[in-house]
């Protein structure tokens, strides 16, 4: 069954960049949509973008475009986020999880997210 | 707030039937399927509905979903204590070409 295991806790000024690792462990990992979902602290959750491993598709949420960056490095299973310009309203929890599966007929996209990360906590304050 | 309101809060006594809706429009839940999403406290959210009412294994019968036009609900009966968590719903924006979630609800057991 696959895993995903998320980096540590993260403490950043405001101003600066965090990235937040996920790697992925015990199945197919590149052909899964890899999204990217935070929750502010007492607040519901929110879709930020996410990847195809295996081509490199990206989309990103319109209100981090241009201020996230999703890549993934296929050879050690791991798709990073990072998120610049962060402002105290980024402190939140950071999942990644997995979305639907990717094949010739179907983009994956639409996909529930049936596998999620155990969330990394990103704190932003002066 | 939310593309996806829900209520706030829920609650039931054990044994109950409780209802969680989740309000969309044509351009999400009235053209895509719904996910509900069990947040236990302090947890990562775990998926509990997929493609509006299939249920991925291991989940208990109890929970169902259904969805009518551009609304969408979650059905747990046989209420018991561990069922308590926020509940959100999810479902895929045409117009954004993205996700969108409910503002979840907190379901409280009596």
């Known amino acids: 069954q696959v895993q995903l295991v998320q980096s540590g806790a993260e403490v950043k000024k405001p101003g600066s960049s965090v990235k937040v690792s996920c790697k992925a462990s015990g199945g197919t990992f590149t052909t899964y949509v890899i999204s990217w979902v935070r929750q502010a602290p007492g607040q519901g959750l929110e879709w930020m973008g996410g990847?195809?491993?295996?081509?490199?598709?990206?989309n990103d949420a319109q209100k981090f475009q241009g201020r996230v960056t999703i890549r993934a490095d296929k050879s050690t299973s791991t798709v990073y986020m990072e998120l610049h310009s962060l402002t105290s309203e980024d402190t939140a929890v950071y999942y990644c999880a997995r979305g639907g599966h990717y094949t010739a007929s179907y983009s994956g996209w639409t996909g529930a997210f049936d596998i999620w990360g155990q969330g990394t906590a990103v704190f932003v304050s002066s | 707030q939310s593309v996806l309101p829900q209520p706030p809060s829920a609650s039931g006594t054990p044994g109950q039937r409780v209802t969680i809706s989740c309000s969309g429009s044509?351009?999400?839940?009235?053209?895509?399927?719904v996910d509900w999403y069990q947040q236990l406290p302090g947890s990562a959210p775990k998926l509990l509905i997929y493609?509006?009412?299939q249920r991925p294994s291991g989940v208990p019968d109890r929970f169902s979903g259904s969805r009518s036009g551009t609304s969408a609900s979650l059905a747990i009966s046989g209420l018991q204590s561990e069922d308590e968590a926020d509940y959100y719903c999810?479902?895929?924006?045409?117009?954004?070409?993205?996700?969108?979630f409910g503002g979840g609800t907190k379901l409280t057991v009596l």
């Open positions: 990847i195809i491993p295996f081509s490199g598709t990206r």
């Open positions: 044509s351009s999400n839940i009235g053209s895509n399927s």
């Open positions: 493609n509006t009412n």
């Open positions: 999810a479902a895929w924006e045409d117009s954004l070409n993205h996700w969108v």
